[in-house]
């Protein structure tokens, strides 16, 4: 009889332990996804801040060059595409475009003297370079986020926790192809 409360009492202790075990795994997960969404919005921030700088700077550019309307237009068209992108992988490309044809806008103001020098545009510039090294910092944190994140739920013991809590592995934000990995090129 005693050894049977004994027994008993050695099974509800090892399945609480289990149990508490199983919940700290799964709240150490709720919070690695959790940063990794805090991550994400990170470079969504930075991806705004650019989104807000590029009108001024097309205008900027507009009133010096204003028969450069096809690289112009481009920029445009990129940047709404930036916004209008939803997950990593779609914000990445939409942003290594608008990178591209931001360095075709640059590469058109080379042509005009009085546009390099103009206050406005300096600032412009300036603010654009500051906001894509704060777009290249988000994303090595947001991709060192990731990277912890889908290293735990495929880990052995919390894999299984993850796959019982339904955590899906997350996508990286890619730079993209070799031509684009560099931030604009903004100084004259």
């Known amino acids: 009889m005693a050894t ?5 009492i050695v099974v509800i202790v090892l399945i609480l332990i289990i149990l508490g075990a199983f919940v700290a795994m799964y709240n150490g997960l ?3 996804r959790n940063f990794v969404e805090n991550a994400w919005s990170q470079i969504d921030v930075q991806l705004k801040r650019r989104y807000d700088l590029i ?18 237009e481009k920029v445009i068209a990129a940047r709404n595409a ?14 290594n475009m608008l990178s591209s044809t931001l360095k075709s806008l640059f590469a058109v103001t080379e042509n005009y003297p009085d546009l390099k020098a103009n206050a406005n545009f ?8 500051d906001t894509e090294d704060k777009i290249a ?21 919390k894999n299984i926790v993850a796959k019982l809590g339904g955590f899906e592995k997350k996508e990286l934000f890619d730079a993209g192809p070799e031509e684009v990995r560099e931030a604009p090129k903004v100084q004259f």
């Open 55 to 72: 009108p001024n700077l097309v205008e900027t550019v507009k009133g010096y060059a204003g028969h450069e309307k096809e690289t112009l």
């Open 30 to 32: 709720v919070k690695s």
């Open 137 to 157: 910092y988000a994303r090595q944190f947001y991709n060192d986020t990731v990277t912890k994140y889908n290293n735990e739920i495929q880990t052995i013991p």
């Open 82 to 95: 930036t916004m209008n992108a939803t997950s990593p992988h779609a914000k990445a490309e939409a942003s």
């Open 4 to 8: 049977g409360i004994i027994i008993a």
């Open 122 to 129: 300096q600032d412009l510039q300036k603010q654009l370079k």
